[in-house]
Nanobody, 126 residues
Framework: QVQLVESGGGLVQAGGSLRLSCAAS????????MGWFRQAPGKEREFVTA????????YSTDSVKGRFTISRDNAKNTVYLQMNSLKPEDTAVYYC???????????????????WGQGTQVTVSS
């Protein structure tokens, strides 16, 4: 079992930055691929970015490429999402998730991720 707790959300003006953290419990964290998803009001949850178990491979959806960076510190059981140049359309609840069966790779769909955090709200004002 893995428990995930996100932090770092908040209200920021367009063009600003936020850094989200996701702290994981459990010794197996370092074997899991990790992803960030988001859900805006009235919309389905969508993939944002993910990182493989070692941190050597990442993938991001086109809308955040060049603005968002995912990273992880396996010694601290933590994954991060650095968000720069934020836009009002980035407003959503952001969730981190863990995938135990990625076999060194990255998967993009939410049903592949077994463990989820409770989410943290990010609001970007125009």
């Amino acid at each position: 079992q893995v428990q995930l707790v996100e932090s770092g959300g908040g209200l920021v003006q367009a063009g600003g930055s936020l850094r989200l953290s996701c702290a994981a419990s459990g010794r197996t964290f370092r074997t899991y691929a990790m992803g960030w998803f988001r859900q805006a009001p009235g919309k389905e949850r969508e993939f944002v970015t993910a990182i493989n178990w070692s941190g050597g491979s990442t993938y991001s959806t086109d809308s955040v490429k060049g603005r968002f960076t995912i990273s992880r510190d396996n010694a601290k059981n933590t994954v991060y999402l650095q968000m720069n140049s934020l836009k009002p359309e980035d407003t959503a609840v952001y969730y981190c998730a863990a995938d135990s069966d990625a076999w060194g790779g990255i998967r993009l769909t939410s049903h592949d991720y077994e463990y989820w955090g409770q989410g943290t709200q990010v609001t970007v004002s125009s």
